[in-house]
Each structure stands twice: as C-alpha cells, then as structure tokens.
C-alpha cells in the first residue's frame, strides 16, 4: 500500500528531521511496513521497518540515529533523524503491506508492490 510521506527538508549536517506518513486506512492485524530511501541512480534501501508485533529493524548505516514509531491514535508513522549526514540526502518513502513477514524481509523491500510519493532530504555539510 502505497502512503504519502511528508516533513522532508533542508538541514545542516548533524541536525534533525521527523518524517509523517499518515497510514489513514491501514488497519491490519499483521503488517510490514517502514521507510526507505532512494537517490538517483541508486537502488532504493531500507532504512527502518516495523512488523505486527511491534519489533523493528534498521539498516546499519542508521542505527543509533534514526528511530521509527508509530501512534496508532493518529494513524501515523514517523521516522525521527537525528545527526543528519550528508550521505542521508535521498528521497524518503514510507509504505506498508499486510503481510507477516520476518522485520529483515520486510526491509529487503521485497514485500512491497508499489511505492507512493516521498519526501526530500537534504543535508549539507
């Protein structure tokens, strides 16, 4: 399922963004569903996951800075990033699929079909 992401921007390196992406709709008992990144002429990556049960995943270049959450009440998924670098500049999407999947296969990106509009991050040095 495709979902709108949004809260990108332009900050200085080691500064901070939170992106939203509001799951309006996305009710679903199990899922996989997350935040992933791409820039031209590169492949998309997956940077931060949560599965059903609540267990999470993210890639190693992110540990420690990114974290995903979501609040249910307001149907919405976020991703706080924290000390940005400027390796992190890419177009962020979010999506999410109702499937039980192990978190490392879901940020694979293999369980997604389509993807919807991203937002823009961008982080100078």
């Known amino acids: 399922v495709p979902l709108v992401a949004s809260g990108g921007g332009s900050v200085q390196s080691g500064g901070s963004l939170r992106l939203s992406c509001t799951t309006l709709g996305f009710t679903y008992p199990t899922y996989c569903m997350g935040w992933f990144r791409q820039v031209p002429g590169k492949e998309r990556e997956g940077i931060a996951v949560?599965?059903?049960?609540?267990?999470?995943q993210y890639a190693d270049s992110v540990k420690g800075r990114f974290t995903i959450s979501q609040d249910n009440a307001k149907m919405t998924l976020y991703l706080q990033m924290t000390n940005l670098k400027p390796e992190d500049s890419a177009m962020y999407y979010c999506?999410?699929?109702?499937?039980?999947?192990?978190?490392?296969?879901?940020?694979?990106?293999?369980?997604?079909?389509?993807w919807g509009q991203g937002t823009q991050v961008t982080v100078s040095s």
């Open positions: 949560i599965v059903g049960d609540g267990t999470t």
């Open positions: 999506a999410g699929t109702p499937v039980s999947v192990a978190p490392t296969f879901c940020i694979s990106g293999v369980p997604f079909r389509s």
